[in-house]
């Protein structure tokens, strides 16, 4: 269990852990592979959320995930990416957490996942949480424990 004090340290800076879902490239389910693959070439991500047409998370794709589509025995073949949707082979079984989320569950999950998306109860997809925005929080923490531990024993 994370400490009170550590846990309020981190959560002043709560707002800047979620990036929200307008500002985060996504793909839907829909799109064919051949869009996604532009998509994720163009924004350099190694993986993007994708949503249904109601914004509703559904998983994942990764560039991986799109190369294998395209690999045959002896070449690569890129039309069979416009034959295909990003629905058909996206990785359907990620870590997400729900909105509002418990910061000792976000840390657990972010050492194997370089980001988090958040979702609502009903798998609205909210946005994310990226582990370089908590590792920035992470950092002020250790910059700034000093002076916040002087401040709280004063309290008394």
Do not use: C, W
């Amino acid at each position: 269990m994370i400490s009170t004090e550590i846990s309020d340290m981190l959560m002043k800076n709560k707002r800047h852990f979620l990036i929200p879902a307008s500002q985060v490239a996504s793909l839907n389910a829909d799109n064919s592979l051949a869009h996604a693959f532009l998509v994720l070439t163009k924004v350099r991500y190694s993986r993007i959320p994708v949503l249904d047409h109601e914004s509703k998370f559904m998983g994942e794709l990764s560039m991986p995930l799109i190369t294998e589509q395209m690999l045959g025995l002896d070449d690569i073949d890129l039309q069979r990416l416009d034959g295909m949707t990003v629905g058909e082979v996206m990785d359907r079984e990620i870590d997400t957490v729900q909105d509002p989320y418990d910061l000792e569950e976000i840390l657990h999950l972010l050492v194997d996942n370089p980001f988090l998306p958040v979702v609502s109860q009903d798998q609205d997809f909210v946005g994310i949480i990226t582990r370089r925005e908590m590792m920035k929080s992470l950092n002020y923490l250790a910059h700034n424990f000093d002076k916040n531990l002087n401040l709280m024993d004063n309290r008394d």
